[in-house]
């Protein structure tokens, strides 16, 4: 089983960027798909959550309008799409499937933003 995420780096505020990760060694489709970050000092939170068919979205507050998560199941792939983006985004970004009977998490993306 393997989650692999990409697409981090280093933007500056008010920028984009679109996290990808990618799943194998599992049904994906079977799984409800999340992005959690975690800042130093700071317990990981959850940012966004879809659901198997990708049919309906979760957001945390601080992320609504702003983020967008989506699933391309013929593809084992779930995005994450992060416009205007704040220096209080700054975090590694991991992937996490949950399944009836088990879940799984990736390595995290770092992502940075700053001027």
């Known amino acids: 089983v393997q989650l692999v995420e990409s697409g981090g780096g280093l933007v500056q505020p008010g920028g984009s960027l679109r996290l990808s990760c990618a799943a194998s060694g599992f049904t994906f489709s079977s799984y409800v798909m999340s992005w959690y970050r975690q800042s130093p000092g700071k317990e990981r939170e959850l940012v966004a959550t879809i659901t198997s068919a990708g049919g309906s979205t979760n957001y945390a507050d601080s992320v609504k309008g702003r983020f967008t998560i989506s699933r391309d199941n013929a593809k084992n792939t779930v995005y994450l799409q992060m416009n205007s983006l704040k220096p209080e985004d700054t975090a590694v970004y991991y992937c996490?499937?949950?399944?009836?009977?088990?879940?799984?998490w990736g390595q995290g993306t770092q992502v940075t933003v700053s001027s």
């Open positions: 996490y499937a949950d399944g009836t009977w088990s879940d799984y």
